[in-house]
């Protein structure tokens, strides 16, 4: 099946796919038929998820907002209770935006989601021998048996439409808003705590400049909220597309040495849940492992990209090791007009892979001007997609994948069979 085909089908027949809602169930059940149809046993994990990327940004906010309303209070109770839930609401942001367990995930709504994955083998297990003492016999572990493993990752849910993403206005201010609202917080700590020993009046003043950006912001949070859910096509349709595309390839063609997961998260766009149980279910099996994330490949007007880094709040960085392999393969195709790039303001499962300890790398299509097009827009539709470039990304990952399955042969690596040269 063609990919602009899944694009369709995700994108027009099932439609907006918002995180843990019926359309993103739908679409794990699409990439479940599609898998089965390769002859692949594709299997569903259920896993509990935010449901808003926004909404812990919303309330960590509105707890700063209560404070300044305590600090108007009679003092120096109100100071004292002013800086201890914005010392918390702080701290439980700043966990948030490193995707950890804070406060605020605990505060708020969780539902069910899924994630869909299978895996093609490689075709020359390595052979057991008595030394390998982790493989005991009768153990239900065949698939360990590759000598290297890479886990491609696409997330099938999307993003809702906030005014921040709107126009470039919007995303300019969207680049400000992290900085300003952690400084804006920062900034009232230091008032209340000051204030619990200095009951001046003119704190209190002072504390309203940084309350009202607390507001700005809050009020941006709710508005996100209130917005529908995008269509998706590029976001990410187009990495669904791309990562069936490679399932068909790889089940006609195994590489060698490499198995190959394919994983379909839910829940990518309120802070990568998907990928994140994934990655703590398989933990066992990921030593050493590879990751891929495709996302937002396809946007019209954009051209192929590597991620070297990305950063929300501390960057995650693209493998060293997996970036020269991948700019040795766009060097060798400069027809492919690709590039490498760093991302800012924002996080996908690039953030995942590292924070999980995987040997990761991130690939998408970027514009010109330094955005994906129409990212988190109404206007993300299957009209605004570029096949030719999500066909050079799907190339580009091929290659890759062919490489790292050349370099992980055992023996002398240089003298390995590429893959190709084998294939069906
Ligand atoms: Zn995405």
Same mark, same amino acid.
């Given at each position: 099946?063609?990919?602009?085909?899944?694009?369709?089908?995700?994108?027009?027949?099932?439609?907006?796919?918002?995180?843990?809602?019926?359309?993103?169930?739908?679409?794990?059940?699409?990439?479940?038929?599609?898998?089965?149809?390769?002859?692949?046993?594709?299997?569903?994990?259920?896993?509990?998820?935010?449901?808003?990327?926004? %909404?812990?940004?919303? =309330?960590?906010?509105?707890?700063?907002? #209560?404070? $300044? &309303?305590?600090?108007?209070? +009679?003092?120096?109770? @109100?100071?004292?209770?002013?800086?201890?839930?914005?010392?918390v609401a702080l701290a439980s942001l700043l966990l948030e935006m490193q995707f950890r367990p804070n406060l605020l995930r605990w505060l708020l709504p969780i539902e069910q989601s899924q994630n869909v994955s299978a895996v093609i083998p490689c075709r020359q297990p390595r052979l057991q021998t008595?030394?390998?003492?982790?493989?005991?016999?009768?153990?239900?572990?065949?698939?360990?048996?590759?000598?290297?493993?890479?886990?491609?990752?696409?997330?099938?849910?999307?993003? %809702?439409?906030?005014? =921040?993403?709107?126009?470039?206005?919007? #995303?300019? $201010? &969207?680049?400000?808003?992290? +900085?300003?609202?952690? @400084?804006?917080?920062?900034?009232l700590l230091a008032l209340f705590v000051i204030g619990i020993f200095i009951p001046a009046s003119a704190l209190r003043l002072i504390a309203l400049a940084p309350g009202l950006v607390a507001f700005v912001l809050f009020a941006l949070m709710i508005q996100a909220d209130l917005t529908p859910y995008?269509?998706?096509?590029?976001?990410?349709?187009?990495?669904?597309?791309?990562?069936?595309?490679?399932?068909?390839?790889?089940?006609?063609?195994?590489?060698?040495?490499?198995?190959?997961?394919?994983?379909?998260?839910?829940?990518?766009?309120?802070?990568?849940?998907?990928?994140?149980?994934? &990655?703590?279910?398989?933990? +066992?099996?990921?030593? @050493?492992?590879?990751?891929?994330?495709?996302?937002?490949?396809?946007?019209?007007?954009?051209?192929?990209?590597?991620?070297?880094?990305?950063?929300?709040?501390?960057?995650?960085?693209?493998?060293?090791?997996?970036?020269?392999?991948?700019?040795?393969?766009?060097?060798?195709?400069?027809?492919?007009?690709?590039?490498?790039?760093?991302?800012?303001?924002?996080?996908?499962?690039?953030?995942?892979?590292?924070?999980?300890?995987?040997?990761?790398?991130?690939?998408?299509?970027?514009?010109?001007?330094?955005?994906?097009?129409?990212?988190?827009?109404?206007?993300?539709?299957?009209?605004?997609?570029?096949?030719?470039?999500?066909?050079?990304?799907?190339?580009?990952?091929?290659?890759?994948?062919?490489?790292?399955?050349?370099?992980?042969?055992?023996?002398?690596?240089?003298?390995?069979?590429?893959?190709?040269?084998?294939?069906?």
């Open positions: 099946m063609a990919s602009l085909d899944h694009i369709r089908a995700l994108s027009e027949v099932i439609g907006p796919r918002g995180s843990a809602t019926a359309e993103e169930a739908k679409a794990a059940d699409y990439v479940v038929e599609q898998l089965a149809n390769l002859g692949l046993s594709p299997e569903r994990q259920t896993f509990l998820s935010a449901t808003s990327a926004y %909404r812990p940004y919303a =309330l960590a906010t509105g707890m700063a907002l #209560l404070s $300044v &309303f305590l600090f108007w209070q +009679p003092q120096p109770v @109100g100071a004292a209770a002013a800086a201890l839930i914005t010392a008595a030394s390998d003492e982790d493989a005991p016999m009768g153990a239900i572990a065949p698939r360990a048996d590759c000598p290297a493993t890479v886990v491609i990752t696409a997330h099938l849910d999307t993003h %809702r439409t906030p005014l =921040l993403f709107r126009a470039p206005f919007w #995303l300019r $201010v &969207f680049g400000w808003l992290m +900085p300003a609202g952690l @400084g804006s917080m920062v900034a995008t269509k998706g096509a590029n976001d990410n349709a187009s990495g669904v597309a791309a990562a069936l595309w490679l399932a068909e390839r790889l089940t006609a063609s195994p590489l060698q040495h490499t198995q190959v997961y394919l994983v379909f998260t839910g829940c990518e766009e309120v802070g990568g849940y998907g990928a994140d149980a994934w &990655f703590s279910a398989n933990r +066992p099996a990921l030593n @050493g492992a590879f990751h891929i994330t495709l996302d937002q490949i396809a946007g019209a007007g954009a051209q192929p990209v590597v991620v070297r880094a990305e950063r929300f709040l501390i960057p995650a960085h693209s493998d060293p090791g997996l970036l020269a392999l991948a700019e040795q393969i766009i060097r060798e195709h400069p027809e492919w007009n690709a590039r490498l790039v760093s991302l800012n303001a924002g996080y996908g499962e690039l953030s995942m892979g590292v924070k999980h300890g995987l040997r990761a790398i991130a690939f998408g299509a970027i514009a010109p001007d330094g955005a994906s097009p129409r990212w988190h827009q109404p206007s993300d539709t299957l009209a605004a997609i570029d096949e030719a470039t999500l066909a050079r990304v799907q190339e580009m990952v091929w290659a890759l994948l062919r490489e790292i399955d050349r370099q992980n042969a055992p023996g002398n690596p240089s003298d390995a069979p590429a893959a190709e040269s084998v294939a069906a």
